[in-house]
């Protein structure tokens, strides 16, 4: 997958150095285009291209790890387009937070049989509030500097759609009132064991269902983590905390019903996890699926979309069942404390990684 992020003024000798320690540099003319490529088809082959239009050089550079862009500086100022170059590796690891978060909440059930709904609720206001702010003070805020308002806009809008349109079809699925009354039966051993059976049949079957709907849940997920890797480590990081922060809760709501209708926690434990894992599936699809390049504006529209499909699930399930399970003053508080987790872990990668262009 080929990449051309924002032109950059920088220096015209350029080190690129790869994972294993590898090096090229290229450049030393005083007008030079660099285009640093992405190939997630070909993990295996990192290469610098550098125009011959504009300094008459092509290097290639041979590794299994990602490329990154770590240093420009001599005499002169050159201008070039930096795309950074690496294999699907990196933003597939960051997916898999989804995936063991989503076991943590099943993890929860194994250490805890019956955790606090007001914790899940508290959990998923910070969710709510780093997700917010991750969509509209950066994702959109970036957007809409790269392409102008109108554009950004109707990428945001489109991002709301369509995820709009997948969950009347898949609804999120959460811990239901019939399955908390269930669990209570369950504390309740003065019960009539038929009906009791029949309970644990129907939400076994739950349980399933629920693991089914977080997974095509996790799917755009995966793809939203994906792209915001693309853009940069401080995008891809910063969503993944945040929606792995989200898929605690999902956890809980998957290995629940099914440790009740089985009374096996590992059973519990192991559904949750596995519907993680959808997560990464996501990545590896829109890695290969995508076209063979994006243009920077292709790029910052799509991240608005981003934006969108986040501040929807927040808005329609995260805040509605924070609210229902924490309490509206508990659930304002953590939503705030969410922002301002979001907005500094930002900062922090930011200072962190100066030179920051994509994954």
């Known amino acids: 997958m080929l990449l051309e992020t924002k032109e950059h003024k920088v220096s015209n000798e350029v080190v690129a150095r790869s994972s294993a320690g ?51 500086n001599s005499e002169g100022g050159g201008r070039f387009f930096v795309a ?36 899940l609720g508290t959990l998923q206001g910070l969710a709510a509030g780093m997700m917010l702010s991750l969509s509209f003070l950066d994702l959109m805020h970036n957007a809409t500097n790269a392409i102008g308002f109108s554009r950004a806009n109707l990428w945001f809008f489109a991002g709301v759609i369509s995820i709009a349109i997948i969950v009347t079809f898949i609804p999120e699925p959460t811990l239901s009132l019939s399955e908390k009354a269930s669990f209570k039966a369950k504390d309740d051993k003065a019960g009539d064991k038929p009906l009791l059976k029949r309970q644990r049949k ?7 269902v629920t693991a089914l709907g977080i997974s095509l849940h996790n799917f755009p997920e995966g793809m939203a983590i994906f792209l915001g890797s693309v853009k940069g480590v401080r995008i891809g990081v910063g969503l993944a905390l945040a929606i792995g922060l ?106 962190n990684l100066p030179h920051e262009t994509t994954v």
């Not at 995936?99 to 606090?116: A, C, D, E, I």
């Not at 129907?202 to 399933?208: N, T």
């Open 22 to 72: 590898q090096a090229a540099k290229a450049g030393t003319t005083d007008d030079v285009h660099v285009y640093f490529c992405f190939f997630s088809r070909r993990p295996s082959l990192q290469a610098l291209r550098v125009e011959e239009e504009f300094c008459g050089e092509f290097i290639e550079t041979a590794g299994n790890g990602s490329c990154s862009f770590t240093e420009a």
């Open 84 to 119: 950074m170059e690496g294999s699907v590796v990196f933003p597939l690891l960051l997916s898999m937070m989804g995936g063991v978060s989503t076991g943590l909440g099943g993890l929860l059930v194994v250490l805890q049989p019956r955790p606090s709904l007001k914790m």
């Open 202 to 208: 129907q939400v076994w079957l739950s349980g399933i």
């Open 246 to 351: 989200h898929n605690i809760p999902e956890g809980v709501a998957v290995a629940l019903p099914v440790y009740f209708a089985t009374e096996s926690k590992w059973e519990g434990f192991k559904l949750a996890f596995i519907s993680g894992l959808a997560e990464p599936l996501g990545v590896i699809l829109v890695a290969y699926l995508f076209p063979s390049s994006l243009s920077p504006d292709t790029l910052e529209g799509l991240l608005g979309a981003v934006g969108g499909v986040m501040a929807f699930i927040t808005l329609r399930e995260m805040l509605p069942l924070s609210l229902e399970y924490a309490g509206r003053g508990q659930s304002v508080a953590a939503v705030f404390v969410g922002m301002a987790i979001m907005s500094v872990s930002l900062e922090l990668l930011a200072r």
